[in-house]
């Protein structure tokens, strides 16, 4: 299964962002996918996560601001980022896991800043 995050960039406090994660296998075949990231010094933490049946998780640093979503006319894995903060700069990870097998994207970078 391969990956291809996008939607990365510069961002005011405040503001908000999309990123998108295109998956080369049907999104409906996967049963769970997710957003990681990490910022710099740290290591990588669990953002969002989506299951085959709907149901979604998010870390408590997001929550009631980010949401994980599958669009399947795109077959894609996405994140709505709004009220961004400057502790969520990092660089954000979409993942995969298919036949117990877990794939990354190469990640998109997430730049919180005025």
């Known amino acids: 299964v391969q990956l291809q995050a996008s939607g990365g960039g510069l961002v005011q406090p405040g503001g908000s962002l999309r990123l998108s994660c295109a998956i080369s296998?049907?999104?409906?075949?996967?049963?769970?996918m997710a957003w990681h990231r990490q910022a710099p010094g740290k290591q990588r933490e669990l953002v969002a996560s989506?299951?085959?049946?709907?149901?979604?998780d998010y870390a408590d640093s997001v929550k009631d601001r980010f949401t994980i979503s599958i669009d399947g006319a795109k077959n894609s894995l996405d994140l709505q980022m709004n009220s961004l903060k400057p502790e969520d700069t990092a660089v954000y990870y979409c993942?995969?896991?298919?036949?117990?097998?877990?794939?990354w994207g190469q990640g998109t970078l997430v730049t919180v800043s005025s």
């Open positions: 989506i299951i085959r049946t709907g149901r979604t």
């Open positions: 296998r049907s999104i409906f075949d996967i049963n769970f």
């Open positions: 993942n995969a896991v298919v036949d117990g097998v877990r794939s």
